[in-house]
């Protein structure tokens, strides 16, 4: 297959499917390695693709239904887990996390986290990582991206991140 070709037909997957594919699974797909896959997604991002890289795979995202909003949170590597719980329990989706790097400026990760099982594989996978999280580049303080179904949902988050005692407030 045409490089071209093959590029299309991973846009057109990530087009039609229903979560992340992650670059393993499109290598074997299309009989190639997983580099190749990385830089085709490079080259198709060059080229304008809106391709997400999610801790599950690459995903083309869709706008975020419902209310968008920022949360600014401190808490150290321990109360990760406890954070991002309190924010899909209350049926919110966790967008992704931010921090303020002091040479690159934004660095941003997306998680797209909806429920604790979402919650639970992407903390296994940063315990079987030697990656740390982006909020270890600053104290532990981080902003997060949240889509939630109302405004009441997000007051919700709020609460439940003030009671843990990790939320920032001005």
Do not use: W
Not at 5 to 34: C, M, N
Not at 80 to 94: H, I, K, S
Not at 106 to 123: D, I, K, M
């Amino acid at each position: 297959m045409h490089a071209d070709t093959r590029r299309q037909a991973i846009l057109d997957q990530l087009r039609d499917a229903a979560g992340p594919i992650s670059a393993a699974a499109l290598a074997a797909k299309f009989s190639v390695s997983r580099q190749i896959i990385v830089g085709d997604i490079a080259l198709l991002r060059a080229a304008g693709a809106e391709i997400s890289a999610t801790p599950r795979g690459y995903v083309i995202l869709p706008a975020p239904p419902g209310l968008v909003r920022q949360v600014a949170c401190r808490h150290d590597a321990a109360g990760m887990e406890a954070e991002l719980n309190a924010m899909v329990d209350q049926g919110c989706t966790v967008l992704d996390v931010t921090v303020e790097h002091p040479v690159y400026g934004q660095l941003t990760g997306p998680l797209q986290l909806s429920n604790r099982h979402e919650v639970a594989e992407f903390l296994r996978r940063c315990s079987q990582s030697d990656a740390r999280p982006l909020s270890d580049l600053t104290e532990g303080i981080h902003l997060h991206t949240l889509s939630c179904p109302d405004e009441e949902a997000f007051q919700r988050v709020r609460a439940a991140l003030a009671e843990l005692g990790v939320l920032l407030q001005a």
